[in-house]
């Protein structure tokens, strides 16, 4: 059964800095793996498709990569801003690439002006 | 587009009666999913339609809960009677085919009372 973790599960920086945010999954037979941006009292925006083929994926300040073998994905923002605060949520497909996506918890981020 | 549009909004309830939470996906897209999120479950999918057909609906917790897609643009999720425990965000989504990115509504929050 594919189980997602995100870690940490919060997290608080001063604006500018650069952060990553990891994601691992159990089940490395995985056919894509997508971070998503939710705000309070919101519905979640995709952020990065990153398929199994490929190792990562840019836009613009994030850049999120994939390692399938060893079950990981990172997120990293650079020059963090007060904007990006949110909660930050990875998910990959259930068995057999059904559709059906399995959420990690979320981190949420805290960036201090 | 508009994106993945639901209502109502925001529901509250008294315990007992019915509730119907619709959805209109994002024209073309032919893959529709129903996710409940909740503070101490996180996202979890209830029901994932593909080309209108109802694919994997193992997340739907009990027989009160049903879903239905009668058209490529318009879905709706029922609960009779509904309960206390019931209580959370439910997210319609949408995306082109199993595998793309996945859009998500803003969100139906319901309190039962």
């Known amino acids: 059964k594919q189980e997602v973790t995100q870690i940490p599960a919060a997290l608080s920086v001063p604006e500018g800095e650069n952060l990553v945010l990891n994601c691992s999954f159990t089940?490395?037979?995985?056919?894509?793996l997508q971070w998503f941006r939710q705000d309070p009292g919101k519905g979640l925006t995709s952020l990065l498709l990153i398929q199994s083929s490929q190792r990562e994926q840019t836009s613009g300040r994030l850049n999120a990569s994939l390692d399938k073998s060893s079950g990981r994905s990172t997120l990293y923002i650079a020059a963090s801003q007060p904007g990006d605060s949110a909660t930050y949520l990875c998910a990959v497909p259930g068995s057999s690439n059904t559709g059906k996506l399995i959420f990690g918890q979320g981190t949420t981020l805290q960036v201090k002006p | 587009d508009a994106g993945v549009i639901q209502s109502p909004r925001h529901e509250v309830t008294e315990m007992g009666q019915e509730v119907t939470l619709r959805c209109k996906p994002i024209?073309?897209?032919?893959?529709l999913f129903w996710y409940r999120q909740t503070m101490m479950r996180g996202l979890e999918l209830l029901i994932y339609?593909?080309?209108?057909?109802?694919?994997?609906d193992s997340g739907m917790p009990e027989d009160r809960f049903s879903a239905k897609m009668p058209n490529a643009s318009f879905s709706t999720l029922k609960i009779q009677p509904s309960e206390p425990r019931d209580s959370a965000v439910y997210f319609c989504a949408s995306s082109r085919d199993r595998g793309n990115t996945i859009y998500f509504g803003e969100g139906s929050w319901l309190t039962v009372v």
């Open positions: 024209s073309g897209h032919n893959s």
């Open positions: 339609f593909n080309n209108n057909v109802p694919i994997d």
């Open positions: 089940d490395s037979a995985i056919y894509n």
